[in-house]
């Protein structure tokens, strides 16, 4: 996205991006395309609008909890 320079555009954890929210299936099948190998992370991003950050957030969060971390509303996990 090429912004102002004093522009900033971010998105939250769950994907909301300019009023766009991701749906549980859609994190689960984001995080699943990436951790196949298939494509990037920045890829997955730009196809499902959002940032490179919140994708890499859902795979640190998948790989600590599994899908049961998509499921539950955000908590500090054990």
């Known amino acids: ?3 102002p320079v004093k522009v900033r555009h971010q998105s ?3 994907g909301d991006f300019f009023g766009r929210k991701v749906s549980v299936e859609q994190r ?8 196949n ?3 990037t992370m920045l890829e997955i991003a730009k196809d499902i609008g959002v940032t ?3 994708v890499s957030e859902w795979v640190r ?4 909890n ?3 971390t998509f499921l539950k509303p955000y908590t500090k996990y054990k």
């Open 66 to 68: 599994d899908v049961e």
């Open 52 to 54: 490179v950050q919140v």
């Open 28 to 35: 689960i099948q984001a995080v699943q395309r990436y951790l």
């Open 1 to 3: 996205m090429n912004c």
């Open 12 to 14: 939250n954890f769950y």
């Open 37 to 39: 190998g298939y494509e």
């Open 61 to 64: 969060r998948y790989q600590k």
